[in-house]
């Protein structure tokens, strides 16, 4: 089969292909600063850095001096109804940083303010559509940057739900006119759970509209799969992420890695495989490859 042509960019968003990095975490903080290893950008989790002062301020003023850096938040809660106060320290944040774009998860992680610290799914349906999106609508208006909504990994449903989830987040995003994060570990680990086709989701998804891509490792425990971050990526989700990459063209892509840290070499290593497997999915010819396989 002859290759097809390398895919162009078709985001409908003015916004930079960043290239690969990394999360920036807190065993790595000096060493960066210090040494400025090779990353073409890293991601920070605004909540850590919502700060006045302190360490954490320190080593994000540092690392803006030779990155760019892009917030990436998990409390927004856009299941449950905003903290004010919470928006305003992040709005705080994103103007200080002004990155192309900050982000956060379509799921609720609490309730009157009480954060459970972990990323529930919500039922997939128009009521809550519609209030999710005006929860983002308010958002964007309110730090006048672009956002970016997350899918996130789950392991029940609701018997609310009226549509499926892909279905669901893209009725989110294009009513809010925001841009999506699409985690492709997440689309995978939900696809084993809730037993459906991850190349479905993918291809569901407007292309147009993702602007970054997470790439993480997973737990398999019995028929289960866990979102745990704490392993490398693994072939079927590289696959994936190609097959992703052929429609979006390049887009902003991020290994994420929280538990069980590696060094930073290490880091680097997973992130320069994501570099190849997206310059083959860009060549064309991959896709010859896989289709014939």
């Not at 003015?14 to 210090?34: C, F, T």
């Not at 991601?43 to 850095?49: K, Q, S």
């Not at 309730?111 to 809550?128: E, G, M, N």
């Not at 064309?284 to 289709?291: L, N, P, R, W």
């Amino acid at each position: 089969m002859t290759p097809t042509h390398p895919p162009t960019k078709v985001s409908r968003f003015s916004v930079p292909d960043l290239g690969i990095g990394v999360g920036y975490r807190v065993p790595h903080y000096a060493q960066v600063v210090e040494h400025r290893p090779a990353m073409d950008w890293f991601e920070v989790l605004a909540e850590n850095f919502m700060v006045n002062g302190g360490s954490p301020r320190f080593y994000l003023e540092r690392l803006r001096e030779h990155y760019r850096v892009v917030p990436h938040g998990v409390s927004l809660s856009l299941g449950s109804d905003a903290d004010p106060e919470h928006l305003q320290r992040l709005s705080a944040l994103i103007q200080e940083l002004r990155p192309p774009w900050f982000s956060d998860h379509l799921c609720m992680t609490g309730v009157s303010r009480r954060q459970i610290h972990d990323l529930l799914p919500l039922p997939y349906t128009p009521a809550v559509r519609d209030h999710v999106v005006a929860r983002i609508r308010e958002i964007q208006d309110r730090t006048g940057t672009l956002f970016a909504l997350e899918n996130v990994s789950s392991y029940l449903g609701y018997t609310d739900s009226v549509m499926p989830e892909w279905a669901f987040y893209a009725e989110v995003v294009e009513a809010a006119d925001c841009a999506m994060l699409l985690d492709v570990n997440n689309v995978y680990v939900s696809s084993i759970n809730h037993g459906f086709d991850p190349k479905v989701y993918l291809d569901a998804v407007p292309a147009d509209r993702v602007v970054q891509v997470h790439l993480a490792g997973h737990m398999e425990r019995g028929a289960w799969r866990l979102d745990t971050h704490d392993r490398p990526v693994i072939d079927p989700v590289w696959a994936l992420y190609r097959h992703l990459i052929r429609r979006t063209g390049p887009v902003s892509t991020l290994i994420e890695w929280d538990d069980n840290i590696p060094s930073f070499s290490r880091l680097q290593a997973e992130a320069e495989l994501a570099r190849q497997h997206r310059d083959r999915a860009l060549s064309g010819a991959e896709e010859a490859t896989d289709v014939a396989g």
